[in-house]
């Protein structure tokens, strides 16, 4: 091959390893003059990060699936009852169709039944809605202030008590727990709660599933 048709590389265009490493050092010595600002910031972002963990409530997700059967008089009806131990025969009566189930587990009677329910902790048995309060400091706080806390099944409710249940129904209801169906030709039914307290979070989902079917059964006895 021809030398000349080779092409020519300018020498000043080259960078020596020597001149790059005065190019390094000098970016390093800039930086060292703000070491200290440069720590502090990193120190800021880590003590920030640790307490945005520590402080964090944790967050625990209740989720159960069941199936609304087709099929026949009564049909989805009875494959409810089915899957959590009622027997319901096809007797007349449309009942209760499937989307309204969906509008019925949010309710405020089914949710406040549920909320007013009792469960068994630690040996001891108290309201689902006190186990509720209990968990969030702050309405305990402002429950306690207003001689809310705790709610006696006994005495429930005073006006005062049950516009504070209301509050805490709507709270459930909006931020908290989704209802829906997963698949409409299947009839899939997922109830999900998210919230801040194992016990409360797992025992809303079973008790408010077990309620909503109850209900279900007796509403269609009835006709």
Known sequence: MNEANQPQIDP???I???ELWIK???VVAYLWRFKFL???VGLAFAVGGYFKVKLAKPSYTASLTFALEQGGSGGELSGLASQFGFALGNSGGDGLGGDNLLTLMKSRRIVE???LSPISVDG???LLLNQYVESDKKLKAKWDSLGLYPIDPMKCCSPSQDSAIGTVVKSVTEKSLAVAKVDKKQSFVTVTYEGHDEVFTGAF???LTAK???FYVQTKMAN
Do not use: C, H, K, W
């Open 24 to 26: 390094v050092q000098s």
């Open 124 to 126: 001891d048995s108290l």
């Open 212 to 214: 909503s079917t109850d």
């Open 205 to 207: 989902v079973e008790l």
């Open 16 to 18: 020596s390893l020597a």
């Open 12 to 14: 000043s265009d080259e």
């Open 38 to 40: 440069i720590a502090a």
């Open 113 to 115: 039944e549920v909320l």
